[in-house]
């Protein structure tokens, strides 16, 4: 026992020996004797040049405490980089036996640096590359050594790593810490004012952590620049043993001010209940983030996997409800002209994410805008720009988005209207209506599907389409529509490679209701009844005019069970037949349309003008013929039409016989669409006279052929009769110069008898 005792005495004296020297030396040396030493250690060693000018004091035990006040540190002769009023640190001796770091502070106040990154990318936080000779020996030892022994490395990286000491630090508080970047590449100016307060900081615990930060960017002549503003809260933990962090309650709140932004300042806050970091795993997990910017709330839970080789990731984003035309109206951005003022108010979104840096898959993504719900998959390709997108949707009223349409009222001409119709049109051609570069940069695919839509007053059932889109062609094959009982069928390409772009397009339509489409579309209502169309089209512009204009093509239109609203051919032509008599009809006795059976026309279009030389229309009371032009571009038509009538049920009414009844009366229809369909059509006066002219000369030939052929009959008669007589005459003549001849040769031969007797 007696060795435990004098190990004891040792340790008991050792201990005394070096209290005694931490006494002397707090009571007799004076630490701001050793400044131009540190100096000059400083500049040779490492080639910094340090500035002290504050006194320095320090303390041993129980804390290891140092204090520096006035201190400025640059590199070489290079201006100061880092500058502060004061530094304290304090740190517990007897801890440290039990290999525990416990720091009762390290605070930091008015530190002050100024980084520089020249035109070359040189920082003067870097090295001067002319080290000191010191530092180039030191520099040939170490590259010596990894030279002769290359495996050196690997070894020390095999070596596990030692663990790190237990840490305990009370507070760590950088106050009013000033940073300046100036960086000559890229013409950018940095400058930020920032506070930050750890306590209780341990491992393997949570401790509280504020940061305040006043951040201004802007050129180099402080030009442009952008304000912000930012304060967080959070709770910090680090695991040193599974190379883990984990942060909470995390609360950023950031203002950001420039005359750059469409409103000034944006005020944003966001809120994280979780962040968890695991390093040899490269994860991390974000779980209960929400932002909150202008009115927006953005909800989201991020996974990302393999962050530091081959990141992935996978979210869930949230929108909650917002009005887009407030949001546009905070930003300062003009509001689109609307008809409906309740339209484009409310939206939401749900959008689940999952990728990495090669792909990212968007799926399901539902959004709701005012009544208007889509459900979307989406698949983007980021090396090269890829997409393929499907999109569901239903209860889509564009025309609640659209301008409302200028109507007349009770002070305006139609002369004003149309000038308003003339400016706003013009104002709108100013503008390309296919984004011609835009879809040069497409290349993906999209298909769609959607239910109850109405755009200019048409009302779509459902419309289904996939459109592929490479190197500015866009295909729509197929595009099908449901509409008005009927559907169409296209196949349709778009192509803007070239100056103009050029649109391809093969509609078929089949048994779509004619008169509520153009009653809705055009407010037309001039004709109904089932259509049925097939044909080929092709156009180019990129102005609904230039696409009008340049609009060729054949179809072959067919009409069934239809009529000619608001126009009657047959009363157009009694009033023609009228007129001509000097008449009048009994409009009472005729209905306000043309009905008929079919109609059917191939239709020739040349540069936006439309010809239908084949026009017929079949019907019970009417036959119709046509030909003519009409105009898109224009919105005009200039057309005849040739009627016939059918006689018998319209005698009352038009007291018409059966010789009028194999005529066609020439009808002419022109003018505007908008014209009114009762006085769009009228009779060609001057073409029922000379029908009229026509049928009387006719008829005055068939009379003088009649009297002709009768004369002729009576000729041939009298001839005939006197014929008769003549032959009778002549026979009667024969008769008698016969019986006279006779009478003459038996009186001679009673004569001879006579003689003879007499010689006798």
Known sequence: MVWLKRIGMLVVGLFAVIALLLAYVMLFVNPNDFKDELKSVALEKAN??????????????????????????????????????????GLAILPLLEQKIQVNKVNLVNVKASLIKNAKGQGNWQLNPSASPSEKSLNQTETTAATVNPSSSTTTDSTPSRALPAIQLDELRIENAQVQYRDEQTNQLLSAVFNIQLNDVEWDKAWPMVMDIAVTQSDLQGQSPIKANVSLNANLAVFPEREALALDSLVLSAEVDSALLPVSPISAKLKVANVDVDLPQ?????????????GVNLDAKVQAYQVLSEPQFSAVLSVGDVNPRYLMTRLNLPVPDMSDDS????ARANITLEGNLESITAQPISIAMDDTNMEANAVVDLSPLRWDIKVAGK???LDRYLPTPITPNKNGSKEAITAVQMEAQTAQEADALIPVELIRGLNGHVGLVFENIIVKKVKIDKVSLDSTQSHGVVTVAPLQVA??????????RLDVRGKQPVIDVSPAIEGVQIQ?????????????????LNGDLKTSGNSVNDLMASLQGDVLIEIKNGALVGTNLTKTVCEGIAATRKERIDEQQFGPDTPFETMRFPAHIVNGQVSTPGLKISSAGIQVTGDGVVSLPESSLNYQANVGLAGSELDNACRVNEKVTKLAFPIVCKGQFSDDPAGLCRPDLKGFGKLFADLAKVELTQKLDAEKARLKAKEAEIKAELDAKKQAETARLKAEL???RKAEEEKLKEKLKEKLKSLF
């Open 343 to 346: 339209a484009f108010t409310k």
């Open 395 to 397: 209860n889509l009223d």
């Open 48 to 89: 910094v040049s340090l500035r002290l000018d504050g006194d320095i004091s320090w303390s041993f035990f129980p804390w290891l405490g140092l204090n520096l006040e006035d201190i400025g540190v640059a590199l070489g002769s290079d201006p100061e980089i880092v500058q502060f009023d004061r530094a304290e640190f």
């Open 738 to 740: 016969e019986a006279k």
């Open 516 to 532: 509520p489409l153009l009653v809705d579309f055009m407010d037309l209502n001039k004709i109904a009844g089932a259509t049925y």
């Open 483 to 492: 509409l008005y009982k009927g559907t169409v069928s296209s196949k349709a």
């Open 282 to 294: 490269e994860n991390v997990l974000i779980e209960g983030a929400a932002l909150s910017v202008l």
